[in-house]
Protein backbone atom coordinates (compact mmCIF):
# COMPACT_ATOMS: atom_id res chain seq x y z
CA UNK A 1 0.00 0.00 0.00
CA UNK A 2 1.08 3.27 -0.94
CA UNK A 3 0.41 6.38 1.50
CA UNK A 4 -0.17 10.14 0.22
CA UNK A 5 -1.45 12.50 2.94
CA UNK A 6 -1.06 16.13 3.44
CA UNK A 7 0.78 16.10 6.80
CA UNK A 8 1.20 19.11 9.59
CA UNK A 9 4.96 19.73 11.44
CA UNK A 10 5.42 17.08 13.89
CA UNK A 11 1.94 15.01 12.95
CA UNK A 12 1.93 11.24 12.41
CA UNK A 13 0.22 8.77 10.76
CA UNK A 14 0.38 5.01 10.01
CA UNK A 15 -0.09 2.66 7.29
CA UNK A 16 0.19 -0.57 6.31
CA UNK A 17 3.46 -1.57 4.49
CA UNK A 18 3.54 -4.86 1.99
CA UNK A 19 6.90 -5.39 0.00
CA UNK A 20 10.61 -5.05 -0.07
CA UNK A 21 10.86 -1.50 -0.23
CA UNK A 22 10.13 1.91 0.77
CA UNK A 23 10.58 5.29 -1.07
CA UNK A 24 10.21 9.07 0.16
CA UNK A 25 8.43 10.43 -3.20
CA UNK A 26 7.97 13.35 -1.52
CA UNK A 27 7.98 15.46 1.57
CA UNK A 28 8.97 19.03 2.80
CA UNK A 29 11.85 18.32 4.47
CA UNK A 30 12.53 14.82 5.81
CA UNK A 31 9.99 11.92 7.32
CA UNK A 32 10.89 9.85 10.64
CA UNK A 33 9.54 6.08 9.57
CA UNK A 34 9.40 3.80 12.47
CA UNK A 35 8.69 0.12 11.13
CA UNK A 36 8.46 -3.61 13.10
CA UNK A 37 12.57 -3.66 12.20
CA UNK A 38 13.89 0.00 12.72
CA UNK A 39 13.56 3.50 13.14
CA UNK A 40 14.63 5.91 10.14
CA UNK A 41 15.21 9.28 9.20
CA UNK A 42 14.86 10.04 5.58
CA UNK A 43 14.74 12.93 2.75
CA UNK A 44 13.27 13.38 -0.67
CA UNK A 45 14.63 10.27 -2.67
CA UNK A 46 15.89 7.81 -0.02
CA UNK A 47 14.82 4.18 0.30
CA UNK A 48 14.35 1.27 2.64
CA UNK A 49 15.52 -2.03 1.21
CA UNK A 50 14.12 -4.87 3.86
CA UNK A 51 12.97 -8.68 2.30
CA UNK A 52 11.22 -8.59 5.62
CA UNK A 53 9.46 -5.05 5.68
CA UNK A 54 5.98 -5.86 5.58
CA UNK A 55 3.66 -4.83 8.51
CA UNK A 56 2.82 -1.45 10.24
CA UNK A 57 5.04 1.71 9.08
CA UNK A 58 4.89 5.18 11.38
CA UNK A 59 5.50 8.30 9.56
CA UNK A 60 6.37 11.36 11.36
CA UNK A 61 6.38 14.77 9.14
CA UNK A 62 9.75 16.03 10.39
CA UNK A 63 9.44 19.58 8.21
CA UNK A 64 7.10 22.77 7.42
CA UNK A 65 3.44 21.47 6.37
CA UNK A 66 3.49 19.86 2.96
CA UNK A 67 2.56 16.44 1.30
CA UNK A 68 4.43 13.33 1.94
CA UNK A 69 4.34 10.62 -0.66
CA UNK A 70 5.79 7.23 0.04
CA UNK A 71 5.73 4.18 -2.17
CA UNK A 72 6.03 0.51 -1.15
CA UNK A 73 6.63 -2.41 -3.21
CA UNK A 74 8.67 -5.58 -4.30
CA UNK A 75 11.66 -5.27 -5.58
CA UNK A 76 13.75 -2.15 -6.17
CA UNK A 77 12.60 0.98 -6.77
CA UNK A 78 14.31 3.51 -9.44
CA UNK A 79 12.49 7.08 -9.76
CA UNK A 80 11.72 7.99 -13.04
CA UNK A 81 14.23 11.21 -14.18
CA UNK A 82 12.67 14.51 -13.72
CA UNK A 83 11.00 15.25 -16.74
CA UNK A 84 10.71 11.86 -18.12
CA UNK A 85 6.84 10.71 -19.20
CA UNK A 86 5.74 7.44 -20.47
CA UNK A 87 3.49 8.00 -23.49
CA UNK A 88 1.57 5.13 -25.39
CA UNK A 89 1.78 5.81 -28.90
CA UNK A 90 0.26 2.05 -30.50
CA UNK A 91 -0.80 -0.93 -28.83
CA UNK A 92 0.11 -4.34 -29.95
CA UNK A 93 -2.50 -6.19 -32.13
CA UNK A 94 -5.19 -8.64 -30.05
CA UNK A 95 -6.47 -11.99 -31.82
CA UNK A 96 -9.09 -14.17 -30.09
CA UNK A 97 -9.03 -17.92 -30.31
CA UNK A 98 -12.02 -19.21 -32.14
CA UNK A 99 -15.46 -19.38 -30.32
CA UNK A 100 -13.52 -17.08 -27.29
CA UNK A 101 -15.84 -14.36 -25.76
CA UNK A 102 -14.94 -10.93 -24.78
CA UNK A 103 -17.30 -9.23 -22.17
CA UNK A 104 -17.29 -5.03 -22.93
CA UNK A 105 -19.07 -4.24 -20.04
CA UNK A 106 -15.48 -5.37 -18.26
CA UNK A 107 -13.09 -2.91 -20.42
CA UNK A 108 -11.95 0.51 -19.13
CA UNK A 109 -13.20 3.42 -20.97
CA UNK A 110 -10.98 4.40 -24.11
CA UNK A 111 -10.49 7.93 -25.32
CA UNK A 112 -8.84 8.26 -28.90
CA UNK A 113 -7.27 10.99 -30.39
CA UNK A 114 -5.36 11.62 -33.63
CA UNK A 115 -4.60 13.06 -36.95
CA UNK A 116 -4.68 11.66 -40.51
CA UNK A 117 -2.90 8.63 -40.59
CA UNK A 118 -2.68 8.07 -37.29
CA UNK A 119 -4.61 7.45 -34.18
CA UNK A 120 -2.97 7.50 -30.34
CA UNK A 121 -5.12 5.22 -27.81
CA UNK A 122 -4.97 5.11 -23.79
CA UNK A 123 -7.56 4.11 -20.87
CA UNK A 124 -9.16 7.18 -19.34
CA UNK A 125 -7.37 6.75 -16.14
CA UNK A 126 -4.06 7.57 -17.58
CA UNK A 127 -5.22 10.27 -19.46
CA UNK A 128 -6.77 11.79 -16.48
Not at 58 to 87: H, K, L, S, W
Request: net charge negative.
Amino acid sequence: MNFHQMMQPRQRSQFQALGEFLYIEACPDSVAITTERGDYRLKQGAQILDPQLTGRVTVENMGEAGTVTIICGFGRYIPPTDGQQVAVTHTPAVTLSPNQQVNIGQLPQVGVSGRAGRCDFATAESTA
